[in-house]
Structure formats: structure tokens, C-alpha cells
């Protein structure tokens, strides 16, 4: 079935690059996402990639897909503390389902 | 920008009482969806909505939850029933401008649903 891990937590330094990592199970996925989680708000979507792109850059934010590990991760360079959320891989498919990963908390440290 | 919008932003019912969620899709969206997330879970997909009908739905939506596109610009969710284990936030998305498969879904600030 479809499945999409993600570690649950992640700390970085401000002003360091954050690296927040995905896997899946199902490789027949036609788009691929991050979404954005703040504090009691709803899910912002930040950037999404194609299922036959390898890397998407989009200002701070840099996704790569490795297909073959079926791989995703997120990049977002220069964090700062706004950029402190919980942050959901997703993938959906060809009946437009998205399914969700547990999602990563981003903690920003001074 | 055109968004997506629910109301209420929280809803608080009795046990075995009805609710209905609403939620006013982007415009000229096609695609209508349901997702709910539990404090502390994943967000889990419930159901799907195009052209007056259900397109897909999850084990998670029985006969407990329906929804409805009233007139040309909400879309509903009702639980007739709710049960405890009902209480989370629930996610309304839209989709598909062109009708295209797999069109990004932009979601709403979602209606946090306690039930007591």
C-alpha cells in the first residue's frame, strides 16, 4: 500500500541549511509535495515536484527526488525562525488521493 | 489570491449530535476533498468530490459522514453521529482549474472539530 515515512523531529542553527528527508513506498505517485504546518494554522503549500523531475529550486527552498531509493527530501537554505513548523511530505496520484507523511517538526535554534 | 475557506474555525458537539463542516472552495475549482487529522497523527484523506459525486473515499468515511455541494459555491461535510474518537481538525482542499489530473489541492486553515 502507500506509505510515506518521515523523521518526526529535526533542530537546526539559524541561519544554517535545514535537510528534511522523505520516503515512500509507491512509485506510480504524480506529483510529490511539501506542505507547511504552523502552530494552528492549516497546511500551506510550500513547492511540489513532478514524478519525472529530479530537482526543483524555488527561492530558499530546493527539493530533490531520487526515484530509484524513492527518496524526497527538502531543502531550505539560510533557515530562519520563521521557517519553524511542521513540515508534511506528500504524494498523490492518479485518482488525486494525497497521501500524507507524519510530518517533520523544524525547531530553530538561536 | 483566491483561497479556500471553512467555517466554523471551531466546533464543539455533544456525543451522537450532527454536525456539518463547510467550506467555500476556490472558485472556479472542480475537484473538492476532505482530510482530517487527528491531534498528533497524519493527515488521512476522507473523501473525494467532482461533478456532484463521490470520486474516491477512504475506510475512514462510513456511513457515518456525507457530503454535499449544496449550490454553486460550498461544500459540506456532515457526521450524523459523531463519536468521541470524531474530535480533530478536519481540512477542506480544492483542485483542478483545467480538470487535470492530479492539479495541485490547496487546502483551508481547516475547522477543529471537539467532541464531548
Known amino acids: 500500500g502507500e506509505d510515506v515515512e518521515q523523521s518526526l523531529f529535526l533542530s537546526v542553527r539559524e541561519g544554517d541549511s535545514s535537510v528534511i528527508n522523505c520516503t515512500y513506498t509507491?512509485?506510480?505517485?504524480?506529483?510529490l509535495y511539501w506542505y507547511k504546518q504552523e502552530p494552528g494554522a492549516g497546511l500551506q503549500l510550500l513547492t511540489y515536484?513532478?514524478?519525472?523531475?529530479d530537482m526543483k529550486q524555488d527561492q530558499r527552498l530546493t527539493v530533490l527526488l531520487n526515484k530509484k531509493d524513492k527518496h524526497l527530501s527538502l531543502r531550505i537554505a539560510d533557515t530562519q525562525t520563521g521557517d519553524s513548523a511542521i513540515y508534511f511530505c506528500?504524494?498523490?496520484?492518479?485518482?488525486?488521493?494525497?497521501?500524507f507523511g507524519k510530518g517533520t517538526r523544524l525547531h530553530i535554534l538561536p | 489570491e483566491p483561497e479556500v475557506t471553512q467555517t466554523p474555525s471551531h466546533q464543539v458537539t455533544q456525543m451522537g449530535q450532527e454536525v456539518i463542516l463547510r467550506c467555500v472552495p476556490i472558485?472556479?475549482?472542480?475537484?473538492f476533498y476532505w482530510y482530517r487529522q487527528i491531534l498528533g497523527q497524519k493527515v488521512e484523506f476522507l473523501v473525494s468530490?467532482?461533478?456532484?459525486?463521490?470520486?474516491?473515499k477512504s475506510e475512514i468515511f462510513d456511513d457515518q459522514f456525507s457530503v454535499e455541494r449544496p449550490d454553486g459555491s460550498n461544500f459540506t461535510l456532515k457526521i450524523r453521529s459523531t463519536k468521541l474518537e470524531d474530535s480533530a481538525m478536519y481540512f477542506c482542499?480544492?483542485?483542478?482549474?483545467?480538470?487535470?489530473?492530479?492539479?495541485?489541492?490547496?487546502f483551508g486553515p481547516g475547522t477543529r472539530l471537539t467532541v464531548l
Open positions: 482542499a480544492s483542485s483542478g482549474a483545467t480538470g487535470g489530473l492530479a492539479d495541485t489541492q490547496y
Open positions: 509507491d512509485s506510480s505517485s504524480t506529483y
Open positions: 515536484i513532478f514524478s519525472n523531475m
Open positions: 506528500a504524494e498523490s496520484f492518479r485518482d488525486d488521493k494525497i497521501i
Open positions: 472558485s472556479n475549482h472542480l475537484y
Open positions: 468530490f467532482y461533478n456532484n459525486e463521490i470520486s474516491e
